[in-house]
């Protein structure tokens, strides 16, 4: 079974950058699209980037639009998510998410996806 494991998290001063990892084993994530979430407290798990694997096409939620990308490094089996322009409101647990080639359903949903790193928490403060 596809294992994810996202690192890079930590404290981070507003209008930072910071870089998280989401590492795969048991599978090659190049066959799977990816989602990124993020949770905070009390509140539902939301989605905000998704890269498909047909046409690299890309799905941003307006919350990130122009601050988060997403990118793939094939030979490390890895994903990447670069955070700039960074927003105490982006504090949150920030975990990736995978499912073998298109999603089922919209992209940016829980229900799309099949397999779910542990979360990596980044605090965006002073």
């Known amino acids: 079974q596809l294992q994810l494991v996202e690192s890079g998290g930590g404290l981070v001063q507003p209008g930072g950058s910071r870089k998280l990892s989401c590492a795969a084993s048991g599978g090659i994530l190049d066959s799977y699209a990816i989602g990124w979430f993020r949770q905070v407290p009390g509140k539902e798990r939301e989605g905000f980037l998704c890269?498909?694997?047909?046409?690299?096409?890309?799905v941003s939620a307006d919350s990130v639009k122009g601050r988060f990308t997403a990118s793939r490094d094939n030979a490390k089996n890895t994903v990447y998510l670069q955070m700039n322009s960074l927003k105490p409101e982006d504090t949150a647990v920030y975990y990736c998410a995978a499912t073998y080639g298109t999603t089922s359903g919209p992209p940016l949903t829980l229900e799309a996806y099949d397999y779910w790193g542990q979360g990596t928490r980044v605090t965006v403060s002073s």
């Open positions: 890269i498909s694997t047909r046409g690299a096409a890309t």
